[in-house]
């Protein structure tokens, strides 16, 4: 869902250079540099932070391209995703039911239904009761989520990933963050593998970034 205008991947081929070759990626118009940098996730990981809503049609699209891709990360890089709500007050219980549906490690099981309810059923599960009866007709304990989904905890991981989106200045859903460094706003082209080929291009470039300053 956009609250911006898309970023455009760029196309552009340098005259004699074989099609197969893209043009570099341009700051600005491909990706955000954050300037300065977040801190980093994870020290020892490269970690690439997925922004998404359950309300989000194009983060339903995106969901399962990003999963293929994540899972064949190499293994200096983790994958993580974010449920955020970037102002839309009715996004926040969807959100907050993810860090719940986490805490019961039932995010797997339950990750493409939830998704589907919403886009394919038509379903609005926008407040705490409609998903509560969701996840319990998934086969999840109504007890257990809902105590998960009122506890602190939950409450505290659902206003920091919305804090995180703030700080990292997000204009839309779905949105890759990689290694606090580069924020790239997934637009729904129908395709997703050039955006997700720029990711693999902007970790490449965040590793480098580490190691040059490791050096020093």
């Not at 009122?150 to 505290?156: A, D, E």
């Not at 637009?187 to 997703?192: E, I, V």
Request: include cysteine.
């Amino acid at each position: 869902m956009k609250l911006a205008a898309p970023f455009l991947l760029v196309a552009t081929l340098a005259l004699g250079v074989p099609a197969a070759r893209a043009a570099e990626p341009v700051e600005g118009q491909d990706y955000f540099k954050l300037n300065p940098p977040l801190p980093p996730a994870d020290a020892s990981k490269l970690v690439v932070t997925e922004f998404f809503s359950y309300q989000c049609p194009h983060c339903y699209k995106f969901s399962k391209p990003f999963a293929a891709w994540s899972g064949k990360l190499p293994a200096d890089v983790k994958a993580d995703r974010a449920a955020v709500a970037i102002g839309h007050q009715a996004w926040m219980p969807a959100a907050q039911a993810f860090y719940a549906l986490t805490s019961l490690k039932a995010v797997p099981t339950i990750d493409d239904a939830f998704f589907g309810a919403i886009h394919r059923d038509r379903k609005p599960l926008a407040d705490e009761a409609s998903i509560t009866d969701f996840a319990a007709g998934q086969g999840i304990d109504r007890a257990a989520f809902q105590n998960a989904y009122r506890s602190f905890s939950v409450q505290l991981q659902t206003k920091r990933a919305d804090d995180l989106s703030r700080q990292a200045r997000l204009p839309s859903v779905p949105a890759l963050l990689i290694d606090g460094r580069y924020l790239v706003a997934i637009s729904d082209d129908g395709d997703f593998n050039d955006q997700l080929a720029l990711a693999d291009t902007l970790i490449r470039r965040a590793r480098s970034e580490r190691a040059a300053a490791a050096r020093k």
